[in-house]
């Protein structure tokens, strides 16, 4: 019988810290901790960083994407908010020799290579994800990406195919709009491909997760097996909060 239970969390250092736009803020981590770090490359799955808290409460656990591993070290791309909560913070307070508890890691959410086309949609907190299916994809892949940033200064640059056009979506308060806002409103405006087989994988704030769902199943009449479409986090709600939130709505959606 396989081991399935989860590996203990690991105590890793910050190596280097580097800011990649207003909001995007790279954190290189390392150290000892590493020597037990699954291997091979396991870029674009996910970690628990485990942030301490001052008055001595359980540890805020918050997730994010393995943007590079390398051996010894990964990156870990931290979205920036305006409203500065506490793991924004405690990157932005991160200086080399910083430690702290990292679960995980957690395997990435991977495309379709065998679809005819592919629309891929993220805003920020999805952006390390979706740049390292861009940049291993094959290169014959085809279809559009929709990414939406707080400002033109958080615009990167990307490694992709050719085929696959990227749009730069600008949204000053992501997350605020019902239905999904501007970066749904864009995903609508695109000509949907009139042949083929398609595959959609998109990622964004929870209100932008069910308006993409709806649109891409319920619209144009995607299978289930032909979406890969999660939210990472919802306006005004921390992460745990969220958790709860996602889990009932996967519960009804599985339902229907």
Same mark, same amino acid.
Request: hydrophobic content about 35%; proline content about 8%; some cysteine.
């Given at each position: 019988m396989s081991d399935r239970r989860k590996p203990a969390p690991r105590e890793l250092e910050v190596l280097h810290s580097q800011r990649l736009t207003p909001h995007m803020l790279r954190l290189t981590l390392g150290g000892p901790g590493m020597d037990r770090f699954p291997e091979p490359d396991l870029s674009g799955g996910y970690v628990k960083l485990?942030?301490?808290q001052e008055d001595?409460?359980?540890p805020l656990i918050r997730t994010y994407t393995i943007r590079a591993h390398r051996p010894g070290d990964i990156d870990v791309d931290v979205v920036l908010h305006d409203d500065h909560g506490p793991a924004s913070r405690w990157a932005m307070a !991160?200086?080399?020799g910083s430690r702290l508890m990292v679960g995980g890691p957690g395997p990435s959410k991977p495309v379709d290579e065998q679809a005819d086309w592919c629309l891929m949609v993220a805003d920020m907190t999805a952006l390390p994800a979706l740049a390292v299916h861009l940049e291993t994809m094959a290169s014959t892949h085809r279809g559009a990406v929709f990414i939406e940033v707080t400002s033109e200064d958080d615009i990167q640059s990307l490694a992709h195919?050719?085929?696959?056009v990227?749009?730069?979506v600008i949204n000053p308060r992501p997350g605020? !709009?019902?239905g999904g806002g501007p970066l749904i409103d864009a995903v609508r405006a695109w000509p949907w491909p009139d042949s083929g087989r398609g595959f959609v994988w998109g990622a964004c704030e929870f209100s932008g997760m069910r308006a993409l769902r709806y649109y891409t199943r319920q619209v144009r009449g995607l299978e289930r097996r032909q979406c890969y479409i999660s939210s990472y986090w919802k306006h005004g709600m921390a992460e745990d909060d969220h958790k709860v939130v996602k889990r009932e709505d996967a519960d009804q959606d599985a339902q229907a």
């Amino acid at each position: 019988m396989s081991d399935r239970r989860k590996p203990a969390p690991r105590e890793l250092e910050v190596l280097h810290s580097q800011r990649l736009t207003p909001h995007m803020l790279r954190l290189t981590l390392g150290g000892p901790g590493m020597d037990r770090f699954p291997e091979p490359d396991l870029s674009g799955g996910y970690v628990k960083l485990m942030i301490s808290q001052e008055d001595g409460a359980s540890p805020l656990i918050r997730t994010y994407t393995i943007r590079a591993h390398r051996p010894g070290d990964i990156d870990v791309d931290v979205v920036l908010h305006d409203d500065h909560g506490p793991a924004s913070r405690w990157a932005m307070a !991160a200086v080399p020799g910083s430690r702290l508890m990292v679960g995980g890691p957690g395997p990435s959410k991977p495309v379709d290579e065998q679809a005819d086309w592919c629309l891929m949609v993220a805003d920020m907190t999805a952006l390390p994800a979706l740049a390292v299916h861009l940049e291993t994809m094959a290169s014959t892949h085809r279809g559009a990406v929709f990414i939406e940033v707080t400002s033109e200064d958080d615009i990167q640059s990307l490694a992709h195919p050719e085929g696959m056009v990227l749009h730069w979506v600008i949204n000053p308060r992501p997350g605020t !709009a019902d239905g999904g806002g501007p970066l749904i409103d864009a995903v609508r405006a695109w000509p949907w491909p009139d042949s083929g087989r398609g595959f959609v994988w998109g990622a964004c704030e929870f209100s932008g997760m069910r308006a993409l769902r709806y649109y891409t199943r319920q619209v144009r009449g995607l299978e289930r097996r032909q979406c890969y479409i999660s939210s990472y986090w919802k306006h005004g709600m921390a992460e745990d909060d969220h958790k709860v939130v996602k889990r009932e709505d996967a519960d009804q959606d599985a339902q229907a």
